[in-house]
C-alpha cells in the first residue's frame, strides 16, 4: 500500500469526499460533504474536515466541528448537530492516523474536549457518555407485512389515524414544517433551530432532504424532515401541533413515511437518536423498534469530565420552565442565539 497522507479537505474535494462516503461501510449521512457548509453557514462555526490519502484516492474521512463558548465550553467535535459521526475509513492504518490527527489538532487548538459519535466503539478506554441509543429496523418489501409489524396498540393508533381523515403531503419548502417544529420546540420548553438552518439543509441535500406534512382538513397537524443515505430512511427532526395527538397524528405521520419508503425500495428505517427513558425512547420501542446503544467517546483535556449539556440535567429545568411561557417570536429570535452552542 503507497503511503497515507492526512490534509484538511477542500472545496475541490467534494466530489471525491460524497463519493467516498457512499461507498465507505462506515460512513453514514452525517459524514457528507455538505454538513461542512451547514454548519459553517447556519452556527457560525470552525469545521475542520479531514482526510486520509494516498494514490489510489481517498482511503478515510473524518468530519470535525469546532463549538466554543464562554459557558458551555471549548469542544471538537464529530459531529455536532449530528448523532452519528467520527471516522469512516478502509483500513485501519487510516483510522489510526486520523485519529492521531484529531487528537494533534485537539491540543492545538487548546479545546476542553474532543468528541466522537458512533455507532461503532474506537476508544474503549475514553470516557464516554452512555445516555443515548439509536433505533433502526429492516423495512419489509411487502407493505402489509411492515403493518403487521407494527405492535397491537400502536397499530390501532395508524388506523385511528386514517379514519380520522389525515392525509400526508411531500412539501417542496421547510416552511410549513418549521411552524409546526417551532411550535412544539417552545411547549417543550426547548430552543428551536433557526428557519436559515433548516432552508440550508433542504437546498443542500436537495431531494435527499425530504418535507412530510400531515394534514386534517387542509391544515397542517404533524410535520418531519427526513433524511435519505443509500437504502435508509432517517426522519430526523419532526413537530406536532396541539391538536395532533386526538388524531394520531404522529403515529400515522411515520406510518405515512414507512408506506411510502417501502414503496420506494428503501431497505431500512432508521427511527434516530433518543435518551433512555424519555418519551420518544418509549414511542419508538412501542413501534416494535429495538434500542442499540451509541458510543460517544471523549478525549478529555481541558475538562474534568464529561459534559452534560442535555435536556434532562436537573440545572436546566428552571430554565426549561421559563422558556415554555415566552411569545412564539420572541423564542424563534433567542432560540437559534442558544441552541447553536449545544450541537
Known amino acids: 500500500?503507497?503511503?497515507?497522507?492526512?490534509?484538511?479537505?477542500?472545496?475541490?474535494?467534494?466530489?471525491?469526499?460524497?463519493?467516498?462516503?457512499?461507498?465507505?461501510?462506515?460512513?453514514?449521512?452525517?459524514?457528507?460533504?455538505?454538513?461542512?457548509?451547514?454548519?459553517?453557514?447556519?452556527?457560525?462555526?470552525?469545521?475542520?474536515?479531514?482526510?486520509?490519502?494516498?494514490?489510489?484516492?481517498?482511503?478515510?474521512?473524518?468530519?470535525?466541528?469546532?463549538?466554543?463558548?464562554?459557558?458551555?465550553?471549548?469542544?471538537?467535535?464529530?459531529?455536532?448537530?449530528?448523532?452519528?459521526?467520527g471516522i469512516a475509513a478502509l483500513s485501519p492504518e487510516a483510522t489510526r492516523q486520523l485519529d492521531q490527527a484529531a487528537q494533534d489538532l485537539a491540543v492545538r487548538l487548546k479545546v476542553?474536549?474532543?468528541?466522537?459519535?458512533?455507532?461503532?466503539?474506537?476508544?474503549?478506554?475514553?470516557?464516554?457518555?452512555?445516555?443515548?441509543?439509536?433505533?433502526?429496523?429492516?423495512?419489509?418489501?411487502?407493505?402489509?407485512?411492515?403493518?403487521?409489524?407494527?405492535?397491537?396498540?400502536?397499530?390501532?393508533?395508524?388506523?385511528?389515524?386514517?379514519?380520522?381523515?389525515?392525509?400526508?403531503?411531500?412539501?417542496?419548502?421547510?416552511?410549513?414544517?418549521?411552524?409546526?417544529?417551532?411550535?412544539?420546540?417552545?411547549?417543550?420548553?426547548?430552543?428551536t433551530f433557526s428557519y436559515h438552518y433548516f432552508a440550508l439543509l433542504k437546498s443542500t441535500f436537495g431531494q435527499d432532504c425530504e418535507v412530510l406534512s400531515v394534514l386534517k382538513d387542509q391544515q397542517v397537524v404533524s410535520s418531519v424532515l427526513t433524511f435519505y443515505f443509500r437504502d435508509e430512511v432517517l426522519p430526523y427532526y419532526a413537530g406536532d401541533t396541539l391538536a395532533a395527538r386526538n388524531l394520531a397524528a404522529n403515529d400515522f405521520k411515520y406510518w405515512e413515511l414507512l408506506r411510502r419508503s417501502c414503496e420506494g425500495g428503501y431497505r431500512v428505517f432508521d427511527y434516530g437518536r433518543s435518551k433512555l427513558g424519555t418519551g420518544s425512547y418509549h414511542f419508538k420501542k412501542n413501534w416494535g423498534f429495538e434500542p442499540t446503544p451509541l458510543h460517544y467517546e471523549y478525549r478529555l483535556y481541558g475538562a474534568a469530565e464529561v459534559p452534560d449539556q442535555n435536556p434532562l440535567n436537573p440545572k436546566y429545568q428552571f430554565f426549561i420552565k421559563a422558556w415554555r411561557h415566552l411569545p412564539m417570536p420572541v423564542a424563534n429570535w433567542l432560540g437559534p442565539q442558544l441552541v447553536k452552542y449545544l450541537g
Open 1 to 85: 500500500m503507497t503511503e497515507l497522507t492526512v490534509r484538511p479537505m477542500t472545496a475541490a474535494d467534494d466530489s471525491a469526499w460524497d463519493a467516498f462516503v457512499a461507498i465507505c461501510p462506515q460512513a453514514t449521512f452525517f459524514h457528507r460533504a455538505g454538513w461542512k457548509k451547514i454548519i459553517e453557514e447556519a452556527f457560525g462555526h470552525r469545521t475542520h474536515f479531514l482526510l486520509a490519502e494516498n494514490a489510489q484516492g481517498i482511503q478515510g474521512i473524518l468530519p470535525l466541528a469546532e463549538i466554543r463558548h464562554f459557558y458551555f465550553g471549548h469542544a471538537l467535535s464529530s459531529l455536532p448537530f449530528c448523532v452519528y459521526g
Open 112 to 191: 476542553d474536549h474532543l468528541e466522537y459519535r458512533q455507532r461503532h466503539s474506537l476508544h474503549l478506554d475514553w470516557p464516554r457518555k452512555e445516555l443515548y441509543v439509536t433505533f433502526r429496523r429492516d423495512i419489509d418489501p411487502d407493505l402489509e407485512q411492515n403493518m403487521k409489524n407494527i405492535p397491537r396498540k400502536q397499530r390501532a393508533m395508524v388506523r385511528s389515524g386514517i379514519k380520522n381523515g389525515l392525509v400526508s403531503e411531500i412539501d417542496d419548502t421547510v416552511h410549513r414544517f418549521y411552524q409546526v417544529f417551532a411550535d412544539n420546540m417552545l411547549r417543550h420548553g426547548t430552543p
